[in-house]
Nanobody, 127 residues
């Protein structure tokens, strides 16, 4: 599975960006897809995930209500819509994919549970 992230850039606080993650090699309907971010000098942390059937999503508390993860199976692409952005959202954003299945609506939130990673895309929010 190859993942190609795009859509990063510079935005003012309160603005919006939409990140895209195009997958190849496997249908995203067979994968759990996630977004992580890594700020300078910090660990890579979970941001959001979406289930295979897109009926379940999970978010980092600090982005709930501002970020939305979604997907387009026809394009085999996952999106992260980021609204009301804050300077603390500044980071390199990575998309990731996981093959394993989990019980119920659980979605993995740690980086070591994801099998595939895209290159990062820089997001900078100015105050």
């Amino acid at each position: 599975v190859q993942l190609q992230a795009s859509g990063g850039g510079l935005v003012q606080a309160g603005g919006s960006l939409r990140l895209s993650c195009a997958a190849s090699g496997r249908a995203i309907s067979n994968l759990i897809m996630g977004w992580f971010r890594q700020a300078p000098g910090k660990e890579r942390t979970f941001v959001a995930a979406i289930s295979r059937s897109a009926d379940s999503t999970f978010y980092l508390d600090s982005v709930k209500g501002r970020f939305t993860i979604s997907r387009d199976t026809a394009k085999n692409t996952v999106f992260l819509q980021m609204d009301r952005m804050k300077p603390e959202d500044t980071a390199v954003y990575y998309c990731a994919a996981e093959r394993a299945q989990y019980s119920g609506s659980y979605l993995p939130r740690t980086r070591n549970l994801y099998d595939y990673w895209g290159q990062g895309t820089q997001v900078t929010v100015s105050s």
